[in-house]
């Protein structure tokens, strides 16, 4: 149970060191509990992943039913369960209702923005913080503690050192460098005694093992003339260490080296993990999902004539494109050649993974500060004062809004923690 809002004349300085998400959910219920809030970042504004990733419409979170939502968190379901049933989808949506900002259910359950931006949304959360008294220092960049215990900045104006009663680290993962999260922070952390788990690509794409001896990756002619096309539709089938099949149906997008995309990213964390145990992994797609293999085999058989191959087949299945150059890439003549295989295949397409793309290049990480860790507030208690909330904390999750929705939920969470933290201490170390 949250503790009363400290009276102003004891309200904390808070220092919280990250402007996404997390950070300035943290900065705002901290702004809301008495706090005086400031909010340092490395980039120039705040926010910067968080606009890159409403480009294509900013997916805010997902409207199935909760326990649905949960399971997505898969190991670290236990430990976000009460964030983010303090900060739930819902409570998300009526927050940005709150700003001005109408939010819809598309078809696939995922919640957007009712103009599908990302900008206007910022723009009315940070006019509401600074309403609130926040302060914003940018081209700040964290470089951990001094030796006086002083948190310890590099900005514009050269080497710059600040103290606060706590602070909030919301640094976070290790993706998407240039936007400010570099994993940096590890290190320090370590040094000062935090447990954290390795920092690892999540929602990433992944490298093919080699289709033909002394090869490294896709054929020339598939690279040159189809990377970068979404194959569509199809369903990606995926058996995991304990024997459990997982499938799902829509759409990736062959790179150059291998292939990415939503349903990719789908599969990312089982993919990665039996890639690190194993070697490689092997996922089996359905090129034709909407049809039974029955139908399937049907077509196979059915005689063509004088017709080519790629012409019956896409007569008869609606095979072209990248999924027609596909099979000639992985399939050898004798199985383009004989029915039932090729029915049997075209079902379900054997894909040897061998790598997952460099971390940088992940949409997220997984790995981080691990929750066992922390207090029950979010505090290192190696650290006292130090809270941490964000993608820098151990847990992953699919796109689809998941992230976004810990992201907050783990912000407010750490905020209200700085409160009741606060609350907590006796006057005279105050």
């Given at each position: 149970?949250?503790?009363?809002?400290?009276?102003?004349?004891?309200?904390?300085?808070?220092?919280?060191?990250?402007?996404?998400?997390?950070?300035?959910?943290?900065?705002?219920?901290?702004?809301?509990?008495?706090?005086?809030?400031?909010?340092?970042?490395?980039?120039?504004s705040v926010g910067r992943?968080?606009?890159?990733?409403?480009?294509?419409?900013?997916?805010?979170?997902?409207?199935?039913?909760?326990?649905?939502?949960?399971?997505?968190?898969?190991?670290?379901?236990?430990?976000?369960?009460?964030?983010?049933?303090?900060?739930?989808?819902?409570?998300?949506?009526?927050?940005?209702?709150?700003?001005?900002?109408?939010?819809?259910?598309?078809?696939?359950?995922?919640?957007?923005?009712?103009?599908?931006?990302?900008?206007?949304?910022?723009?009315?959360?940070?006019?509401?913080?600074?309403?609130?008294?926040?302060?914003?220092?940018?081209?700040?960049?964290?470089?951990?503690?001094?030796?006086?215990?002083?948190?310890?900045?590099?900005?514009?104006?050269?080497?710059?050192?600040?103290?606060?009663?706590?602070?909030?680290?919301?640094?976070?993962?290790?993706?998407?460098?240039?936007?400010?999260?570099?994993?940096?922070?590890?290190?320090?952390?370590?040094?000062?005694?935090?447990?954290?788990?390795?920092?690892?690509?999540?929602?990433?794409?992944?490298?093919?093992?080699?289709?033909?001896?002394?090869?490294?990756?896709?054929?020339?002619?598939?690279?040159?003339?189809?990377?970068?096309?979404?194959?569509?539709?199809?369903?990606?089938?995926?058996?995991?260490?304990?024997?459990?099949?997982?499938?799902q149906q829509g759409e990736?997008?062959?790179?150059?080296?291998?292939?990415?995309?939503?349903?990719?990213?789908?599969?990312?964390?089982?993919?990665?993990?039996?890639i690190e145990t194993q070697?490689?992994?092997?996922?089996?797609?359905?090129?034709?999902?909407?049809?039974?293999?029955?139908?399937?085999?049907?077509?196979?058989?059915?005689?063509?004539?004088?017709?080519?191959?790629?012409?019956?087949?896409?007569?008869?299945?609606?095979?072209?494109?990248?999924?027609?150059?596909?099979?000639?890439?992985?399939?050898?003549?004798?199985?383009?050649?004989?029915?039932?295989?090729?029915?049997?295949?075209?079902?379900?397409?054997?894909?040897?993974?061998?790598?997952?793309?460099?971390?940088?290049?992940?949409?997220?990480?997984?790995?981080?500060?691990?929750?066992?860790?922390?207090?029950?507030?979010?505090?290192?208690?190696?650290?006292?004062?130090?809270?941490?909330?964000?993608?820098?904390?151990?847990?992953?999750?699919?796109?689809?809004?998941?992230?976004?929705?810990?992201?907050?939920?783990?912000?407010?969470?750490?905020?209200?923690?700085?409160?009741?933290?606060?609350?907590?201490?006796?006057?005279?170390?105050?």
């Amino acid at each position: 149970m949250s503790t009363p809002t400290p009276s102003p004349a004891k309200a904390p300085h808070v220092i919280v060191i990250g402007g996404g998400p997390a950070g300035l959910m943290a900065a705002e219920t901290l702004a809301a509990g008495g706090a005086q809030v400031d909010v340092y970042d490395a980039m120039p504004s705040v926010g910067r992943k968080f606009l890159l990733a409403g480009k294509g419409g900013l997916n805010l979170t997902h409207a199935e039913p909760l326990d649905y939502f949960l399971g997505r968190y898969a190991e670290r379901r236990e430990a976000l369960t009460p964030l983010i049933n303090d900060f739930n989808p819902q409570a998300l949506r009526d927050w940005a209702q709150a700003l001005g900002i109408e939010t819809f259910v598309g078809t696939s359950n995922r919640v957007f923005p009712k103009d599908l931006k990302a900008a206007p949304l910022l723009r009315a959360w940070l006019h509401r913080l600074r309403e609130a008294g926040v302060r914003f220092h940018m081209r700040h960049r964290w470089q951990g503690w001094a030796d006086d215990g002083s948190l310890l900045f590099t900005s514009p104006q050269g080497e710059v050192r600040q103290s606060a009663d706590a602070t909030v680290l919301a640094l976070g993962g290790a993706s998407w460098a240039r936007l400010g999260s570099d994993g940096a922070w590890v290190p320090w952390l370590q040094a000062r005694g935090a447990e954290i788990a390795p920092l690892k690509p999540s929602n990433c794409g992944f490298d093919v093992a080699p289709t033909a001896p002394g090869r490294t990756g896709w054929s020339e002619h598939l690279r040159d003339r189809f990377a970068g096309h979404p194959i569509k539709p199809v369903a990606m089938s995926f058996t995991d260490a304990q024997a459990q099949t997982h499938r799902q149906q829509g759409e990736f997008v062959l790179t150059f080296s291998g292939i990415e995309g939503s349903l990719v990213y789908t599969f990312s964390a089982r993919i990665r993990d039996a890639i690190e145990t194993q070697g490689s992994a092997t996922v089996h797609l359905d090129l034709l999902p909407s049809h039974t293999p029955e139908q399937v085999l049907t077509e196979t058989k059915r005689p063509r004539g004088t017709r080519s191959l790629s012409t019956h087949l896409k007569s008869c299945l609606g095979i072209q494109g990248v999924k027609m150059a596909w099979l000639h890439e992985v399939l050898t003549p004798a199985q383009l050649a004989d029915p039932v295989q090729l029915a049997q295949l075209l079902k379900a397409l054997p894909v040897t993974l061998a790598a997952a793309r460099p971390i940088d290049e992940a949409i997220s990480t997984a790995g981080g500060v691990r929750f066992e860790s922390l207090t029950t507030q979010q505090m290192l208690p190696s650290i006292p004062g130090v809270f941490c909330a964000g993608e820098m904390l151990d847990w992953e999750a699919p796109t689809g809004g998941y992230l976004l929705t810990a992201s907050m939920a783990t912000g407010k969470a750490a905020g209200q923690g700085v409160l009741d933290w606060w609350g907590q201490q006796p006057a005279a170390a105050r």
